[in-house]
Each structure stands twice: as C-alpha cells, then as structure tokens.
C-alpha cells in the first residue's frame, strides 16, 4: 500500500517526493590556527575582566611610584617596501621585495618607568615583533606616556616614540635597517590584587626604517652600499594581555 501511494503521488504531482533531499552542508573549522593566539588571548582578557568585578571593591585603583608591565601580542602585519640597490641585479625592483604584504606577527612588550601622578605614567619601552613564519621582525625601543581619564577607573591610553630596528635572519649576514617607531593603545587595568593587574590592551605600530643592507658588504667605488630594500615600513595590529605591577 505505501508503495502504490508513492507511485499516485509521483504521478499526480511529478516535482514532489517522499524521500528526502540528500545536499551537500560545507564543513568549516570553527578555529582556524591563524585564530587561535585570538581566542587564547580573548579568553584570558574575558577572564581578567571577570576578576575585575569581583575583585573592585577589595583592590581599588592605586598608582604611585615605579610600575612595570609585561605582555603578549598578536595580530596583523601590513608589511611594505620597494626594490634594492644592487647595480649588478637586473631583477625589477617589485619583484625583490616578496614579503610585501598582509601576514600575522607576534609582539612582546614591557613599559617599565614612574607613576608622575595617580592618572599619568611614564615609562621606557620595549616593543619586539616578529613575523609568523619567517625570521624576520624589527625591535622598538622608546619612552611612552599612559594616562588614566578617571582615577578609579582601570581605562587607559598611552603614545610613544622610539628608535626601530628592522631585521632579518638569512643563510648569510643580517639585513638590517633604522628608523623610526610610534606607537598607540588602549586597554584596561583589572585588578587581581593589591598592586598587580591583568591588563587587555590593543596596540597600534607603525614603524619606518628606510633602506635596508648588510653591514658587512663593502661599498662600491662611487659611494653607493648594496640595498636589499628600500623604504621598507609596516603597520601592526595587536591585541594582547599584560600583567602589570604598580
């Protein structure tokens, strides 16, 4: 009987049927390894924030004195540069620069300097990043300021400048280049106890080092070096967690 129904139904109407659609569903990874420095740090920020309500009341915000802060960054690199110099490569100069473009960077960071008052801090800074997947990366040292809107609140932005140096490791000697360095943040301090912090912060570098060789070639007879590349600058991204003491 169920089969002389489906053979009236078929007939009757010829665009429906009993048995099911079988379609293809795409399968995506719910975390890609690209995204996983992201959630880690995003939970660990989550939780911090957590903390921070439960632990306001005990550990109010105080800054004085010397204050030091250590963390861990990822995020986006905007990598660019022109050709080199070499008067003995034919080479185009677009095709002598083929790390020219978006990749991801880890960053390590330290402030460490004197609370000026309970809402500005100065410090020295440290910024060290470097490419994911290849030996390459550049290391900022500067001065940066922080300040806090409201006192009793753990809010903050901070600016710097510093002196970068752009790197890269290779089978033969370095290639180095110097420049300039400026960086920008926001963040939060969530106090998980009397002095310490855990600290969420989003960074922003940009960093210009110009030419770029190898200190040991010798310089050609008309007072020209060997350039590898040419206004080699980068925008980086982060997002990262600190532990600050106060």
Do not use: K
């Not at 009757?12 to 740090?41: C, D, K, M, N, Y």
């Not at 010397?66 to 070499?86: E, M, P």
């Not at 410090?123 to 001065?143: I, P, T």
Request: glycine letters at 12%.
């Amino acid at each position: 009987m169920p089969h002389a129904l489906h053979v009236l139904l078929a007939t009757t109407f010829p665009w429906t049927s009993l048995r099911p659609s079988r379609r293809e569903i795409p399968v995506t990874p719910l975390v890609s390894r690209a995204g996983i420095g992201f959630a880690l740090i995003a939970t660990l920020a989550s939780t911090a924030l957590r903390a921070q309500d439960s632990a306001s009341a005990s550990f109010p915000q105080r800054r004085h004195g010397f204050w030091l802060s250590v963390g861990l960054g990822y995020g986006r690199l905007d990598f660019s540069c022109g050709g080199g110099t070499d008067p003995w490569d034919s080479t185009p100069p677009a095709e002598t620069c083929p790390e020219a473009g978006r990749a991801r960077a880890t960053l390590l960071f330290l402030r460490a300097g004197y609370a000026l008052s309970q809402q500005v801090l100065l410090s020295v800074s440290v910024d060290a990043w470097g490419r994911v997947g290849m030996s390459e990366g550049a290391l900022d040292l500067g001065v940066a300021v922080r300040g806090y809107p409201v006192r009793s609140r753990g809010l903050f932005a901070e600016a710097g400048v510093s002196r970068s140096e752009f790197r890269t490791h290779g089978v033969g000697p370095d290639e180095v280049g110097r420049g300039v360095g400026v960086a920008v943040g926001i963040g939060w301090d969530a106090r998980v106890d009397t002095n310490m912090s855990l600290s969420p912060v989003v960074l922003l570098h940009y960093g210009y080092q110009g030419d770029t060789g190898m200190p040991t070639v010798i310089h050609f007879p008309d007072g020209s070096r060997l350039s590898l590349r040419t206004r080699v600058h980068e925008t980086l991204v982060t997002f990262g967690l600190a532990l600050t003491f106060h």
